[in-house]
């Protein structure tokens, strides 16, 4: 019989596949065009039903987690107890990526929705969501903290996106009208920001139970770094041609993103 987790994983891991296709679909069709913008929609939907049914399977793990992790099998108490410490370090790093994908990926809608009345963006929600984001890395050093030996590494290794995403969004909060077009430059940012969350999510928490990568020693970081390595000098690339592009424009505004 499928549990209430069974069933959420049944939604979850099809969202994901989509919502990378999405991604890849919106950043390589043309800025402001039909097939840009519908697939940049759904891209934002697919991810919010993925950091939904993350939510819920990841209190749904923390309620029972040999059931959800070893169901029906006997164990010693130290199986148990590794087990549930598993569980709930699993279970509270899917909910971390899933504040920083649910934070970054508003943020991109929310500008664009803002860009004729940029502090419009100012809402509580928004705003709210955007400390809770920062916040959470600390909470995630805090929990590193009692965490055993090597256990603790990933934590703190991932921790500053809870600090650079919660950041930047604050930072435009501030001030959203800073430079012309502000809201089209972090309109990139933030999209491609939920694209290394999701990307990040799909290698460590899906690919992972998927496929064996057999990776070992340093190499097993590769999946937890590699969508930040690559998508950090993607902003920076995008960012900056659409700089030069709208230099030459004059006072026109630029693509509907």
Same mark, same amino acid.
Request: proline share 6%; aromatic share 10%; net charge positive.
């Given at each position: 019989?499928?549990?209430?987790? @069974?069933?959420?994983?049944?939604?979850?891991?099809?969202?994901?596949?989509?919502?990378?296709? =999405?991604?890849?679909?919106?950043? $390589?069709?043309?800025?402001?065009?039909?097939?840009?913008?519908?697939?940049?929609?759904?891209?934002?939907?697919?991810?919010? *039903?993925?950091? +939904?049914?993350?939510? =819920?399977?990841?209190?749904?793990?923390?309620?029972?987690?040999?059931?959800?992790?070893? !169901?029906?099998?006997?164990? #010693?108490?130290?199986?148990?107890?590794?087990?549930?410490? +598993?569980?709930?370090?699993?279970?509270?790093?899917?909910?971390?990526?899933?504040?920083?994908?649910?934070? #970054?990926?508003?943020? *991109?809608?929310?500008?664009?929705?803002?860009?004729?009345? /940029?502090?419009?963006?100012?809402? !509580?929600?928004?705003? *709210?969501?955007?400390?809770? #984001?920062?916040?959470?890395?600390?909470?995630?050093?805090?929990? +590193?903290?009692?965490? /055993?030996? $090597? %256990?603790?590494?990933?934590?703190?290794?991932?921790?500053?996106?809870?600090?650079?995403?919660?950041?930047? %969004?604050?930072?435009?909060?501030?001030? /959203?009208? &800073?430079? /012309?077009?502000?809201?089209?430059?972090?309109?990139?940012?933030?999209?491609?920001?939920?694209?290394?969350?999701?990307?990040?999510?799909?290698?460590?928490?899906?690919? %992972?139970?998927?496929? @064996?990568?057999?990776? $070992?020693?340093?190499?097993?970081?590769? !999946?937890?770094?590699?969508?930040?390595?690559?998508?950090?000098?993607?902003?920076?690339?995008?960012? &900056?041609?659409?700089?030069?592009?709208?230099?030459?424009?004059?006072?026109?505004?630029?693509?509907?993103?």
């Amino acid at each position: 019989m499928k549990t209430a987790h @069974d069933i959420l994983a049944l939604i979850h891991v099809p969202l994901g596949f989509a919502a990378l296709t =999405l991604f890849w679909v919106a950043i $390589s069709s043309r800025k402001g065009g039909r097939v840009h913008l519908a697939s940049g929609r759904w891209f934002a939907r697919a991810v919010y *039903g993925i950091c +939904a049914s993350a939510v =819920l399977m990841s209190l749904a793990t923390l309620q029972d987690p040999l059931g959800i992790a070893a !169901p029906g099998r006997t164990l #010693t108490p130290v199986q148990a107890t590794a087990i549930v410490d +598993a569980s709930r370090a699993s279970s509270f790093f899917l909910m971390f990526l899933t504040l920083v994908s649910l934070a #970054t990926t508003r943020h *991109g809608v929310m500008v664009v929705r803002t860009r004729r009345d /940029p502090y419009a963006i100012r809402t !509580p929600a928004h705003i *709210g969501l955007s400390v809770v #984001t920062l916040l959470s890395g600390f909470g995630m050093v805090v929990y +590193a903290l009692a965490l /055993p030996g $090597s %256990n603790a590494g990933l934590f703190y290794a991932m921790s500053p996106l809870g600090f650079i995403v919660g950041g930047i %969004n604050l930072h435009h909060l501030a001030r /959203p009208a &800073r430079e /012309p077009r502000a809201w089209f430059f972090e309109h990139i940012g933030a999209m491609i920001g939920g694209g290394i969350a999701v990307h990040t999510a799909f290698l460590v928490l899906g690919l %992972n139970r998927l496929v @064996d990568l057999g990776l $070992s020693g340093g190499a097993a970081f590769i !999946p937890w770094v590699a969508p930040t390595i690559l998508g950090l000098p993607a902003i920076f690339f995008f960012s &900056r041609h659409y700089r030069k592009k709208f230099a030459g424009v004059g006072g026109r505004e630029g693509p509907p993103a």
